[in-house]
């Protein structure tokens, strides 16, 4: 972001972009990067960012406000940033949005340092490399340093909203039936493979809680009997994925589960589960349904 004012509290940020066919080979075995998670709140130009450690540790929180002026374009963006304090973290973590996950490395070529970032689901094998100016003059005047190096500065498709707007609602969904398919057939090195390392499973009706995946899994993988699995309802709000499944043991269990996800890119997070058997319609309010 450069110092030059575009309002009494926004900047102008000169930056150009450019598509990379994979990540600079000096940093695919480096540790020194910052994960970064973007929510993107659809009909704003608004983006919450969390900056974490590799470890996952916080390190900074900042929501911030972008949009191409009127006679601009997308290498000068007008920006202004309000950085947060855990009482607003807070809020903004209830709010729903479309979430882009990258990793950002920092890189030095001709004196001139890079941002390279390097995309998570559902944007897998995405680099792209950003280079900000002080000035526009600086900016216009500068050439890209490797011939491989595609400008992507104008196109609105390499933009972070529009990125975000890839993990779309049938992505999520999509995750969640492979959950239900992987335990129908009992593939549960697979099934754990697209759990969170922190998940969580909340069965609020026993009052029992499952910490961590490995758990969840052999708490499935031992319960009684064999289990078949038909999806029945399956759709996403935000960042959760709502789904109604129907379940036949060969014990003789039949039940409804309902279940809410959490999902974190192409990881579930959490999972809060209620469980509903069937039972005979009762005699009292016969004359005002029917059975099917």
Request: contains cysteine.
């Amino acid at each position: 972001m450069s110092n030059q004012k575009a309002g009494k509290y926004a900047c102008y940020e000169f930056e150009r972009k450019f598509l990379l066919p994979e990540l600079p080979s000096s940093l695919k075995s480096s540790s020194q990067y910052k994960q970064i998670e973007d929510i993107y709140f659809v009909g704003t130009n608004l983006r919450y960012r969390t900056l974490r450690s590799p470890d996952g540790k916080i390190l900074d929180r900042k929501l911030t406000q972008k949009y191409v002026s009127e006679g601009s374009d997308l290498s000068a963006t007008t920006i202004t940033n309000i950085y947060l304090g855990e009482s607003e973290a807070v809020l903004l973590d209830k709010l729903q949005g479309s979430s882009l996950r990258k990793n950002r490395f920092k890189f030095s070529h001709a004196e001139q340092n890079f941002s390279i970032d390097e995309f998570k689901f559902p944007c897998e094998g995405l680099v792209i490399a950003e280079v900000e100016f002080d000035s526009k003059e600086e900016m216009n005047g500068f050439k890209a340093p490797f011939s491989n190096w595609k400008e992507v500065t104008l196109e609105a498709a390499y933009s972070g909203g529009f990125l975000a707007s890839k993990m779309s609602t049938s992505t999520q969904t999509d995750i969640a039936r492979k959950f239900w398919q992987l335990f129908s057939d009992q593939l549960w090195d697979k099934a754990a493979e697209i759990l969170a390392n922190d998940f969580l499973a909340t069965w609020p009706q026993s009052r029992e809680r499952i910490v961590d995946a490995k758990n969840f899994i052999d708490v499935n993988k031992y319960y009684p009997g064999n289990h078949k699995i038909e999806v029945i309802h399956a759709f996403a709000i935000g960042s959760k994925v709502l789904t109604t499944v129907w379940i036949e043991a060969d014990t003789g269990q039949k039940t409804f589960a309902n279940s809410i996800f959490d999902l974190e890119g192409d990881k579930i997070l959490n999972i809060e589960e209620y469980w509903a058997e069937p039972y005979p319609a009762p005699e009292w309010r016969k004359q005002w349904v029917e059975t099917y």
